[in-house]
C-alpha cells in the first residue's frame, strides 16, 4: 500500500510503499488484548503480602483452658479470627508474568499498525529537525505543523536523539520511544502514531512475518 509522506513544513512531500504483510495485515482484537494484558502482567511488581501464622508474633500461649469455660476453644490469639492475627488466603509475594510467543507479539504489533494505518491514524514524516538544545516551544511547533497539537501522540525516533526526546518531554499528551521500544500497548494508547521514514525500514526488518 501507499502513504504519504509529510514533510516538516506541513506539505505531503512524496509516498513511500509499505508492505501489506505489516501494515495491511489483519485487526485481531484478540490478539491485541492478550499482547496488552502480558505487558501488563509483567509491570506488576508482585510485592504484596500477608503473614500467615508462622510470620505473626505473639499468641503462643493458650488464651483459656480448652473446657468447662462456656467460651469456644481457642488455640491462640493470634488465629484468623482474632484481631491482629494472620491472614487465611491471603495474598504472597508471586510474579504476574506469562509467556507469550514472539510469533503473537510480532503479530500484536503489525495488527496495531495495521489499524493506525487503516484509520489514518499513522503520520510518516521525512525526518526531524535537528536542534541545539531542547525547546518545548519547537515540540510544540512540530506538533502544530502535523495538526496534531490537540491529539495525544506517540513519536518513535530512529536513533534516539536526546534533545529532540527532551523537547516534547513537557508536554502531557506525548510520549516518545526509540525504535527497538515500539510496542502494543503504546501504539494503542495513543491516538496519533508518528514515524520516521528511516524507521519504517527498522519495522520491515524486525516485524516482517
Not at 494505518?117 to 511547533?141: C, N, R, Y
Request: charged content about 30%; proline content about 5%; aromatic content about 8%.
Amino acid at each position: 500500500m501507499k502513504y504519504p509522506v509529510i514533510s516538516l513544513v506541513g506539505k505531503d512531500v512524496s509516498e513511500v510503499e509499505l508492505p501489506d504483510e505489516i501494515f495491511d495485515a489483519p485487526v485481531r482484537k484478540d490478539i491485541l488484548w492478550f499482547v496488552v494484558r502480558w505487558q501488563q502482567a509483567r509491570k506488576r511488581r508482585g510485592t504484596h503480602c500477608t503473614k500467615t501464622r508462622s510470620e505473626v508474633r505473639g499468641g503462643g500461649r493458650k488464651p483459656w483452658r480448652q473446657k468447662h469455660t462456656g467460651r469456644a476453644r481457642q488455640g491462640s490469639i493470634r488465629a484468623a479470627q482474632w484481631r491482629g492475627g494472620y491472614t487465611v488466603h491471603g495474598p504472597r509475594p508471586r510474579s504476574y508474568e506469562f509467556k507469550v510467543n514472539k510469533k503473537v507479539r510480532k503479530f500484536a504489533v503489525r495488527s496495531a499498525l495495521s489499524y493506525k494505518a487503516k484509520h489514518q491514524m499513522l503520520k510518516l514524516v521525512d525526518g526531524f529537525p535537528s536542534l541545539d538544545k531542547p525547546s518545548t516551544k519547537k515540540g510544540k511547533e512540530i506538533l502544530k505543523t502535523l495538526g496534531l497539537e490537540e491529539e495525544k501522540a506517540l513519536i518513535v525516533l530512529s536513533n534516539g536523539e536526546q534533545v529532540l526526546k527532551k523537547s516534547f518531554s513537557n508536554l502531557p499528551n506525548v510520549k516518545v520511544l526509540r525504535k527497538e521500544g515500539i510496542n502494543v500497548y503504546d501504539i494503542l494508547k495513543f491516538k496519533q502514531l508518528i514515524l520516521p521514514v528511516d524507521v519504517v525500514d527498522y519495522i520491515k526488518e524486525v516485524y516482517a512475518p
